[in-house]
């Protein structure tokens, strides 16, 4: 079974501002909410591909309910949630010329709570896999490190799909596959990398340390994936992206879905890029439909290691 883990899940209310001005009144002509957050998304868009997963989520007060009963009504998603006493968060999403993310830190999960996700894992083995996306929760500053560690101890391979900070907690854990962006990827080695052939061999250090997959997304360049030996890029899509929200999660759910059928991490990849550009040029989560209309235009190039 396919696992997805989501500590700090939301709400996203997305609102679409023509001429934003701030210190004045704004007035949005279209907003809409969308339940989930990184690997509730994951599993939407598994469960579109029909690829069976079960999403284990933190959730608490009228906006947890509202997530569980918003996700149960749309989409045929396995919920296991674990109850806490403070509310889910609402992150607003605004698009203007530019998108601009208002995220909240999220409510207090207690060690008590933690400790029943814990417990669910030790029901887990190597025959599932655990994908983890998103930020840690308030009060469990370690637990990227402990969900980590467990899935080491019982041989559970794990995908993680976090903030480059957090990196160093379960870097030498050997996660199967990172999904950083190039941000998350330069706050993890503290630089500013910008060109191609200079992230090249800077991600390949994640390799090094036991990561059999790494891909990097690179926004309107495209995205890349590199392993110990070769190195692809992604050219971007042409289109008029609607919003970026939850490409991440589609494009991770797109790499599992036809990694675990084909076991070829390239035909991976691109069914990834094609699941993210379905995402970024809908303004919603990736459909089959609309990945197989991408998946057409994803354009994969070899980088030889003399050019990285």
């Known amino acids: 079974m396919i696992y997805t883990i989501t500590l700090n899940p939301s709400l996203d209310y997305k609102i679409y501002v023509d001429g934003f001005k701030e210190g004045e ?12 957050g990184k690997g509730v998304n994951v599993s939407i868009v598994l469960s579109r591909l029909k690829t069976p997963s079960e999403a284990i989520l933190f959730v608490g007060g009228f906006t947890g309910q509202k997530l569980i009963e918003d996700v149960n009504a749309d989409h045929e998603v396995i919920l296991d949630p674990i109850w806490i006493e403070q509310d889910t968060r609402i992150n607003i999403k605004l698009s203007t010329k530019v998108e601009t993310e208002l995220n909240h830190w999220g409510p207090h ?15 887990m083995n190597e025959n599932d896999l655990v994908i983890l996306g998103g930020s840690a929760p308030y009060g469990q500053r370690d ?26 907690q379960f870097i030498d854990f050997k996660p199967l596959m990172m999904k950083p962006n190039l941000r998350e990827l330069n706050d993890y080695l503290l630089m500013e990398l910008v060109e191609i052939k200079d992230i090249i061999p800077h991600a390949r250090q994640l390799n090094y340390r036991g990561v059999k997959h790494v891909i990097i997304s690179l926004g309107s360049r495209g995205a890349l994936y590199v392993d110990e030996t070769h190195a692809y890029h992604a050219k971007p899509i042409e289109g008029d992206a609607q919003f970026t929200t939850g490409a991440g999660d589609s494009m991770v759910a797109g790499f599992v879905h036809e990694y675990l059928k ?15 550009s379905a995402t970024v040029f809908s303004g919603r989560l990736a459909t089959p439909r609309d990945i197989k209309k991408y998946i057409k235009k994803v354009n994969i190039e070899e980088i030889s290691d003399d050019h990285s």
């Open 109 to 123: 999960v207690k060690d008590e709570q933690f400790e029943i996700l814990l417990k669910k894992m030790e029901h």
């Open 262 to 276: 084909t076991d070829d991490p390239i035909s991976a990849f691109k069914m990834g890029v094609a699941a993210a």
């Open 25 to 36: 009144l704004n007035r949005f002509r279209k907003a809409n909410i969308s339940s989930g």
């Open 143 to 168: 637990a990227f490190q402990r969900i980590a560690e467990m899935c080491h101890k019982k041989k559970i391979p794990f995908i993680m799909d976090t903030p480059g900070q957090a990196f160093p």
